[in-house]
């Protein structure tokens, strides 16, 4: 997470600039003035065939000097620039993908306040092919974008009010216009780019709405941005007091969600997209995800009659095979949904607005909807990589009680009750463990097996 990218000095030439979601990194410190902007000039340069290209980003406090510098990039390079503004990922893909043109959102997600990021858009609303990054790093690497002439610069124009288009699309996309929803919501934006989203397609729905730290704050003074269980205890308290029917919570760019039922129990991403192939899919459909999910899906999408798909994790990959496979959803164990019928792409606004839909057509609480779903045991955790990933993986293929071994991703590692996956980080010096079992001591067990034959 934390990569060095010092203008085009030798060792840069071994890191790769464009990770799972983007480029990211301290500004003034990896984010470079010279990287930002040449960065802007290589994106330029890429989509030279496009007039236009599409900014916005989230509320991060580096987020003015991220944007000037990366727009100044685009628009030396001859490129326009439509400013949507302050908006949640989604948002800006929506905009992209109806009006065919990139866009370049400057978010980070859900690391933390001092970090910020570069995250290109495809023409269609997908979040950029690795293709596409490739060659913008690869003209950046080699210099070859350039400057336009002083007549030939882009200019400039904002639509303000494009907050609105959003919110409205996804109340179609999930039918709920005009239903007026009688459930009392608490939303939590966290101080991201959802803090005005979220709330208005909520309200317009007709629930009764509480929020919390709905105030655009850059350094997310109120909770750290991911929305895990630990950084979510006001959400919980609040909903824990009684009255309440669900809780809903974004990350820093809400291009994610997750939720609590109305006794403050917390549902992750992988009860969420269970619930979601159980109510919104139909025998002979197709969901994907990565290797990553718990099997609860499996299960789910077993007793459905519903074909399961899994590929390696990252969310363009998901989105991207869900469209070739002409799939009805998709997503992520950490709370991203994709709906192909509205875009292919994660979308936290989406999330919620499906999850009251299936509440309110269901009749069932969401405690209801969960308990529905089978119980697994889900372990996530990283640990430092201090030997090649080769020799690591040969350790890990000579272990004892190994059933049989999925490659997709990583090593997925199947033994008697349960699996982990290891999986190499595509940006940072670290491993990535994820166990799962139906009994919570298998989880734990294969937890610490797996990480002591990763340290050697």
């Known amino acids: 997470m934390n990569m060095r990218l010092k203008g085009m000095a030798s060792d840069e030439k071994q890191t790769r600039l464009f990770g799972t979601n983007g480029i990211r990194g301290v500004?003034?410190?990896?984010?470079?003035?010279?990287?930002?902007?040449?960065?802007?000039?290589?994106?330029?340069?890429?989509?030279?065939?496009?007039?236009?290209?599409?900014?916005?980003?989230?509320?991060?406090?580096?987020?003015?000097?991220?944007?000037?510098?990366?727009?100044?990039?685009?628009?030396?390079?001859?490129?326009?620039?439509?400013?949507?503004?302050?908006?949640?990922?989604?948002?800006l893909q929506l905009y992209c993908r109806d009006n065919k043109i990139p866009g370049v959102m400057i978010t980070a997600s859900h690391n933390p306040p001092q970090y910020n990021g570069i995250k290109v858009i495809d023409p269609d609303g997908t979040e950029a092919s690795k293709e596409t990054e490739m060659s913008i790093e690869t003209v950046y690497r080699q210099g070859t974008y350039s400057r336009s002439e002083w007549?030939?610069?882009?200019?400039?124009?904002?639509?303000?009010?494009?907050?609105?288009?959003?919110?409205?699309?996804?109340?179609?996309?999930?039918?709920?216009?005009?239903?007026?929803?009688?459930?009392?919501?608490?939303?939590?934006?966290?101080?991201?780019?959802?803090?005005?989203?979220?709330?208005?397609?909520?309200?317009?729905?007709?629930?009764?709405?509480?929020?919390?730290?709905?105030?655009?704050?850059?350094?997310?003074?109120?909770?750290?941005?991911?929305?895990?269980?630990?950084?979510?205890?006001?959400?919980?308290?609040?909903?824990?007091?009684?009255?309440?029917?669900?809780?809903i919570a974004h990350d820093g760019d809400a291009d994610r969600c997750v939720f609590f039922d109305e006794n403050g129990n917390y549902a992750d991403g992988n009860v969420i997209l269970a619930i979601?192939?159980?109510?919104?899919?139909?025998?002979?459909?197709?969901?994907?995800?990565?290797?990553?999910?718990?099997?609860?899906?499996?299960?789910?999408?077993?007793?459905?009659?519903?074909r399961l798909v899994r590929t390696v994790v990252g969310a363009p990959v998901v989105a991207r095979t869900l469209r070739t496979v002409k799939g009805s959803l998709g997503g992520e164990e950490n709370g991203g949904i994709i709906y192909p019928r509205h875009q292919y792409c994660r979308d936290g606004a989406m999330s919620a607005a499906l999850m009251l839909s299936i509440m309110h057509d269901s009749g069932k609480s969401l405690s209801d909807l969960i308990s529905e779903i089978p119980h697994y045991t889900t372990i996530k955790e990283s640990v430092e990589r201090k030997a090649d990933w080769n020799v690591i993986s040969s350790r890990l293929e000579s272990a004892s009680g190994i059933v049989k071994i999925d490659r997709t991703d990583g090593l997925k590692i199947f033994e008697k009750d349960g699996w982990a996956l290891i999986r190499p980080s595509g940006?940072?010096?670290?491993?990535?463990?994820?166990?799962?079992?139906?009994?919570?001591?298998?989880?734990?067990r294969l937890l610490k097996k797996y990480r002591k034959i990763i340290a050697g």
Not at 34 to 51: H, M, T
Not at 64 to 79: A, H, K, T, Y
Not at 199 to 206: H, K, S
């Open 427 to 444: 940006t940072e010096p670290i491993i990535r463990i994820y166990t799962s079992s139906r009994i919570s001591d298998v989880a734990e």
């Open 27 to 91: 500004p003034n410190l990896d984010l470079t003035q010279d990287l930002c902007i040449n960065i802007g000039l290589s994106i330029s340069e890429v989509f030279r065939k496009n007039s236009t290209v599409a900014m916005a980003r989230d509320t991060r406090k580096s987020g003015p000097f991220v944007f000037s510098l990366v727009s100044s990039g685009i628009l030396s390079g001859g490129r326009n620039i439509v400013d949507i503004g302050i908006l949640p990922t989604p948002a």
């Open 276 to 306: 979601f192939a159980r109510y919104l899919c139909h025998k002979g459909d197709t969901v994907v995800t990565p290797v990553s999910t718990s099997d609860a899906l499996q299960d789910v999408c077993d007793e459905r009659e519903i």
């Open 151 to 247: 007549h030939g610069t882009g200019t400039v124009w904002h639509e303000p009010d494009y907050y609105r288009t959003y919110a409205d699309s996804v109340l179609g996309s999930a039918g709920l216009r005009n239903r007026h929803l009688k459930y009392n919501v608490v939303f939590d934006a966290g101080n991201g780019a959802s803090y005005l989203t979220t709330p208005l397609m909520l309200q317009e729905a007709g629930v009764r709405l509480v929020t919390l730290n709905c105030n655009p704050d850059g350094r997310f003074s109120s909770r750290n941005s991911e929305p895990k269980p630990e950084n979510l205890k006001d959400l919980r308290t609040v909903i824990s007091a009684g009255g309440y029917d669900i809780g």
